[in-house]
């Protein structure tokens, strides 16, 4: 399993830097994203409080208002060694509309977790889903600050307890 979540976190990479230059030869466009994201308490494993971290996500629209969108977040920065350090990939389709300097989207993914700790106490990984929505507000034409919100379960793992949520704030460019 490590072998795999180090080929994601190699490919995912590659993406984003490829991809834009396809959906731009392609007559459309699409957006890349970078900020803080805070993931509930409980989302993964018991007795784990809500942890902070980073979330990337790059949304790619070959046809109007519809695109893919692919995000990799972690999180457990700055945590003790003892809690989840815990890493997401997911892709699924956008939906985005926008007026006037905003723009507003819906997303639904599917991918995966992996969290461990020190001593691997815990170590899991898992089928996650997540949908949400977000509002980008454009600072000036390519670029924006977007705020967002998730429910993000993985169905068999997270416990009874779970704050399924995660939520964020950063920068969007735009191609």
Do not use: C, K
């Amino acid at each position: 399993m490590r072998q795999s979540m180090r080929f994601i976190s190699l490919l995912l990479p590659l993406m984003f830097l490829t991809l834009p230059g396809a959906a731009r030869a392609a007559g459309s466009g699409g957006d890349v994203y970078f900020g803080y994201s805070r993931l509930g308490a409980n989302a993964f494993h018991t007795n784990t409080p809500g942890l902070n971290g980073w979330e990337g996500e790059g949304q790619f629209s070959f046809i109007p208002l519809l695109g893919v969108d692919v995000d990799v977040a972690h999180y457990g920065l700055g945590a003790a060694g003892s809690l989840p350090h815990t890493t997401t990939a997911m892709i699924g389709p956008r939906l985005t509309v926008g007026t006037a300097g905003v723009h507003v989207y819906a997303h639904a993914l599917l991918g995966a977790e992996h969290s461990t700790n020190s001593g691997n106490i815990i170590s899991s990984t898992a089928i996650t889903v997540d949908a949400g929505a977000g509002v980008d507000f454009r600072l000036v034409p390519f670029l924006a600050w977007r705020v967002n919100g998730d429910y993000i379960n993985a169905p068999n793992q997270s416990p009874g307890t779970a704050d399924h949520y995660r939520f964020g704030t950063g920068l969007v460019f735009r191609f």
